[in-house]
């Protein structure tokens, strides 16, 4: 039934043009049996560095653990109060889950990939990075695809603040792209090294989803070498941008 809700609201959305509250993201729509595995077999406790924008309830849907939960465990007494860089403490998680929070919205017509051209990095490094370039709001993407550095899982999806305000890209400034293109990053520098398997993995999850819900065509998911205007070689020449584009389809 939740699926149908998101996609009626989608389609009576078209015809008035507006956009739904940036603080009441829908659940994915794509079917759960294709979600890629839990990283744990069983529960954990592990620490999370919060990221730019992150909200406890965004970490609450990211690791399966109700917020409640997440308050006890670090001694919280406002669910509100929680800062970039803090370490919070997050239990019996089986990790991070790959959920896609989804706007109703007619401005998504792409979808462009990149690389971070760094070893490691998350959300907040790359925000911090982005910030010292001057670029305004800072983070230019609107996910970020984790390589397992920087206290992050591999192949974990960090939603970046850009994207749950649904604002416009800094990452691909050509032909217009930043303001109808989805811009996610790998984390990784693949002109010198390799995208490992489960960062892949969850790289088709997000784009098949993000494909599914706004009717972007595969001919639509580019690199950002391929925005016309750009010249580059990210994401990177050892990208498998073939196996990429052939799980899409």
């Not at 595995?37 to 924008?53: L, M, Q, W, Y």
Request: include cysteine.
């Amino acid at each position: 039934m939740k699926r149908h809700a998101v996609i009626v609201s989608l389609v009576l959305l078209a015809g008035c043009a507006t956009q739904a509250p940036y603080q009441h993201p829908f659940p994915s729509t794509t079917p759960s049996s294709f979600a890629p595995p839990a990283p744990f077999d069983v529960p954990r406790t592990i620490s999370h560095e919060v990221g730019p924008g992150e909200t406890l309830w965004r970490i609450s849907k990211t690791y399966g653990v109700s917020i409640e939960a997440l308050m006890r465990a670090n001694n919280i007494s406002n669910a509100s109060q929680i800062n970039n860089g803090q370490t919070v403490i997050v239990p019996d998680t089986r990790g991070p889950r790959a959920t896609v929070p989804l706007f109703p919205s007619l401005r998504w017509t792409h979808i462009v990939i990149h690389h971070t051209a760094t070893e490691a990095g998350n959300a907040r490094s790359i925000d911090q990075l982005h910030h010292k370039r001057g670029w305004e709001g800072g983070l230019g993407y609107h996910f970020l695809v984790d390589n397992g550095t920087n206290g992050k899982m591999d192949g974990q999806i960090e939603v970046g603040p850009r994207w749950v305000k649904q604002k416009h890209g800094a990452h691909a400034n050509a032909n217009g792209m930043n303001d109808h293109g989805i811009g996610i990053s790998l984390v990784g520098n693949y002109s010198e090294s390799r995208v490992s398997q489960r960062q892949l993995s969850n790289l088709v999850y997000l784009v098949k989803t993000l494909q599914s819900y706004y009717n972007i065509s595969t001919d639509r998911v580019i690199r950002h070498g391929d925005v016309p205007g750009k010249n580059t070689e990210c994401p990177g020449l050892n990208f498998p941008w073939p196996e990429f584009k052939s799980r899409l389809a």
